[in-house]
């Protein structure tokens, strides 16, 4: 599977972006996917996870509370609803899968990373 995020911009701090992450292949309902970023000039850290059936999701606690990651089988996308965004949110965002149980937030489970999608959130 190969994923693809989309949907980031230029955002003045408080406001909201959705995020897209959209999947090729039939099989998108058999991956749980995840979300990371990666800050100029930090390690890319992870953010968020959900299941395969959508049912269960689990959030960095930086982004708890103000994030909502969410899954549609049926459209091949998984999507990350951002509100409230800080400038410390300022990142280049991927989207991967993977089929590792429970809620892996290393990055080396995952896989099918694409181009990830710039959210710039200014102060």
């Known amino acids: 599977v190969q994923l693809q995020a989309s949907g980031g911009g230029l955002v003045q701090a408080g406001g909201s972006l959705r995020l897209s992450c959209a999947a090729s292949?039939?099989?998108?309902?058999?991956?749980?996917v995840g979300w990371f970023r990666q800050a100029p000039g930090k390690e890319r850290e992870f953010v968020a996870t959900?299941?395969?059936?959508?049912?269960?999701?689990y959030y960095a606690d930086s982004v708890k509370g103000r994030f909502t990651i969410s899954k549609d089988n049926a459209k091949n996308t998984a999507y990350l609803q951002m509100n409230s965004l800080k400038p410390e949110d300022t990142a280049v965002y991927y989207c991967a899968a993977t089929s590792v149980v429970g809620t892996p937030t290393q990055e080396y489970h995952y896989y099918g990373w694409g181009q990830g999608t710039q959210v710039t959130v200014s102060s």
């Open positions: 292949g039939r099989t998108f309902r058999n991956y749980r």
């Open positions: 959900i299941s395969r059936s959508g049912g269960g999701t």
